[in-house]
C-alpha cells in the first residue's frame, strides 16, 4: 500500500471520528448522586439532636436513634414534655407552642430552620449546576413536611430553581424567627 492511500483512509478516518463526535458526546448523563451530600445532612441534624439531647439531661433511652430505613434520630411528644430544657432546645422560647403533635425529631433543630436551610443550600447548588432548573421532590435532596412539598410543586411548574431555593430559606429565617421570639408574657 502506498503512502497517499494510507493519507487518504487516514483522513477520512479523522474524518468520520470528528463528525460522528457530537452523537458520541450527546449520550445523557447519569443523575447527579445527592446520597453523600444528605447523608452528610442527616448525620450533622442528628448529631446536634444528640449532643442537645445529652447536654440537657434527656435519659439516652428516650431518644429513637435514627436507621438505615428512617435517616433522624427522634424522642416521642410524651418524653418531650417530660424534657422541657431540650423543647426549648429543639423548638425556642415558645417550645410549647411550636412543638408538634406528633414525634419530634432532628428535622425540628431550630424550629425547623436547619432543615428548611438544608432544603434551600440543595436547591440553591443544583440551580448553580443547572442553569437556573427547580430541584424536584423526587431527587432525594429535599426533605420535610407539606410546606416543603408545596415549595417543590409550585416550583416544578414554574421551572424557576432560583425561586425555589429563595422560598426555602424564606422559610427557614421564619422558623429561626419563631425560635428566638420571646416566651409569651403574661398579663
Known amino acids: 500500500m502506498n503512502?497517499?492511500?494510507?493519507?487518504?483512509?487516514?483522513?477520512f478516518a479523522a474524518g468520520a471520528a470528528l463528525a460522528l463526535a457530537p452523537l458520541a458526546a450527546a449520550e445523557e448523563p447519569a443523575p447527579f448522586d445527592w446520597s453523600g451530600i444528605v447523608k452528610g445532612q442527616h448525620d450533622s441534624m442528628n448529631w446536634l439532636f444528640n449532643t442537645g439531647a445529652s447536654l440537657t439531661g434527656v435519659p439516652a433511652a428516650d431518644i429513637v436513634a435514627a436507621s438505615a430505613t428512617y435517616p433522624f434520630a427522634t424522642i416521642s411528644h410524651a418524653d418531650l414534655l417530660a424534657n422541657a430544657d431540650f423543647g426549648q432546645f429543639l423548638y425556642g422560647a415558645n417550645w410549647e407552642t411550636e412543638m408538634s403533635s406528633g414525634d419530634s425529631g432532628s428535622y425540628?433543630?431550630?424550629?425547623?430552620?436547619?432543615?428548611?436551610?438544608?432544603?434551600?443550600?440543595?436547591?440553591?447548588?443544583?440551580?448553580l449546576m443547572n442553569n437556573g432548573d427547580n430541584l424536584d421532590w423526587d431527587s432525594g435532596a429535599l426533605f420535610g413536611g407539606n410546606a416543603a412539598i408545596e415549595i417543590a410543586t409550585e416550583a416544578a411548574a414554574s421551572g424557576d430553581g432560583w425561586a425555589q431555593a429563595g422560598d426555602y430559606f424564606e422559610l427557614g429565617f421564619n422558623d429561626i424567627m419563631g425560635y428566638f421570639s420571646p416566651a409569651e408574657v403574661a398579663v
Open 108 to 127: 425540628n433543630l431550630l424550629n425547623g430552620a436547619l432543615m428548611e436551610f438544608n432544603n434551600g443550600s440543595n436547591t440553591f447548588m443544583w440551580a
Open 3 to 11: 503512502l497517499n492511500k494510507i493519507g487518504v483512509i487516514g483522513t
